[in-house]
């Protein structure tokens, strides 16, 4: 079953829905044309949410289809090689590429890539039965979706190597402790807290939340003068936004 989706004032809850894999995420062609849809009306939606159905948030990549080396697993080296960067590395991009406030509410196991998808969203709260785990050694692989680059910059280098060479499962609190978890909740409560936080970020100018979201993303990579220089021509952009003028006169309201 394909990924459902959903949209109410602002936000668009994206939600895994194949609990019988649960929620594999091999090929991921449903949801890189679900991101690419949302990108192309910014005024529409200005926060992704994403969680998954049943018990799982997502099991990553489909054991079945690994072990029969069918779908994204069929093929020569090259043939594999191509098939994810045309799939499961394009939702990694996408995710990371997307000025949309992106949040993953994961209530159950991330494993695998699924895992990575948790960690290519901005914000992360999950429940108490929430667990984590980079298990790619254990199946004789690597993180070919880019969980690599991710997890050291969630968690740091030290901690990354370790969940990366030993694959051990990562509780709800301990996430949080790393990191990894923004917050803990009781399952039943997860999605409640999860649309309150969506809900507040989509209130806030649309502009302000996507030009924000730049400015982090390009915090990563650029040095200090190349940012303040970015940093400096997204300001005078803003500063010639309706919403800021509506801002300003607010406060002179409020005087």
């Known amino acids: 079953m394909p990924p459902s989706l959903t949209a109410a004032g602002r936000v668009a809850t994206l939600t895994l829905d194949e609990p019988e894999t649960r929620n594999a995420i091999t090929g991921a062609e449903a949801l890189n044309a679900i991101v690419s849809a949302l990108e192309s009306d910014p005024a529409d939606i200005g926060v992704l949410l994403i969680t998954g159905a049943g018990p799982a948030f997502s099991a990553g990549g489909n054991i079945k289809d690994m072990a029969a080396r069918q779908g994204l697993f069929a ?7 191509e098939g994810y960067r045309s799939s499961i590395q394009r939702l990694t991009r996408a995710l990371l590429e997307t000025d949309l406030a992106t949040i993953a509410a994961v209530n159950g196991p991330a494993i695998g890539a699924g895992f990575d998808l948790a960690l290519g969203c901005d914000l992360r709260l999950g429940s108490t039965s929430a667990r984590f785990a980079h298990t790619f050694v254990d199946l004789g692989i690597i993180p070919g979706d880019g969980g690599a680059w991710l997890l050291p910059r969630v968690v740091g280098w030290q901690r990354a190597a370790e969940l990366a060479f030993t694959a051990r499962s990562v509780g709800a609190e301990e996430a949080r402790e790393m990191g990894i978890l923004l917050e803990v909740t009781e399952p039943p409560d997860l999605m409640t807290r999860a649309m309150e936080l969506a809900r507040l970020i989509a209130s806030k100018p649309a502009h302000s939340i996507r030009l924000a979201k730049r ?11 190349g940012f303040l220089e970015f940093s400096a021509a997204l300001q005078a952009v803003s500063h010639h936004t309706e919403a800021h003028h509506q801002a300003m006169a607010g406060l002179k309201r409020g005087q």
């Not at 093929?75 to 090689?81: D, N």
């Open 75 to 81: 093929g020569s080296p090259e043939e594999i090689m």
């Open 215 to 225: 400015l982090l993303r390009h915090a990563r990579s650029m040095d200090l003068p």
